[in-house]
Structure formats: C-alpha cells, structure tokens
C-alpha cells in the first residue's frame, strides 16, 4: 500500500511560481507512471503531466512551457514546478501513481491563481 500526500499549493499571483511536491510513504520506484492531474468544480479531472520510472515525460497542451514534472526515487517524491501561471490554471492538483493494475490517489492540494 503507498500513501501519497500533496504540498506546496496556495494563492499566487498571475504570472508566479509555485512548486508542488508529492510524498510517498513507501518506495515510488514500483509506481509507473507518476503524475499530476487537476480538476475544478463541476468539470472532470484532467491529467496535467506524467513522468515514467526512467524519466520520460508528457505534458497537457495547455502546460507545455511553462510546467516542469520530476521525481527523486530516493526522496520517494515527485514535483511539478508551475511557471508563468495563469488564472486558468486554478484547481484542486491530485498526485497519482499507479503500480501495475492499481492506481493511488492524494487528497489534492488547492493552487489559486489570481488576475
């Protein structure tokens, strides 16, 4: 069983950084994909960035540029680094890992932009 916890979200203006980390409470290496999706009220959760076991990622169209997605195995933690946010990028981010047939969830992590 692994137990992922989200941090580093908040209120940031447009334009701002901001860092989100995904803790792991056992060994990340098992868990690929890792990846970060996003979701606002009344709308579905959509994927944002994934990162393989070797490093491989990919990007939602609408984050290329301007996210970055890493993990440290060691740390059994993964990140995503949010540049040039913008308003749109408002919404409830959920970590995500999944071993095989089983997928595990964080409780997300509310990140606010404002204008």
């Known amino acids: 069983q692994v137990q992922l916890a989200e941090s580093g979200g908040g209120l940031v203006q447009a334009g701002g950084s901001l860092r989100l980390s995904c803790a792991a409470s056992?060994?990340?290496?098992?868990?690929?994909?890792m990846g970060w999706y996003r979701q606002v009220p009344g709308k579905q959760r959509e994927l944002v960035a994934t990162?393989?076991?070797?490093?491989?990622?990919n990007y939602a169209n609408s984050v290329k540029g301007r996210f970055i997605i890493s993990r440290d195995n060691a740390k059994n933690t993964v990140y995503l680094q949010m540049n040039s946010l913008k308003p749109e990028d408002t919404a409830v981010y959920y970590c995500?890992?999944?071993?095989?047939?089983?997928?595990?969830w964080g409780q997300g992590t509310q990140v606010t932009v404002s204008s």
């Open positions: 995500n890992g999944r071993a095989g047939s089983i997928v595990y």
């Open positions: 056992g060994s990340i290496f098992r868990l690929n994909p």
């Open positions: 990162i393989s076991s070797i490093g491989s990622t």
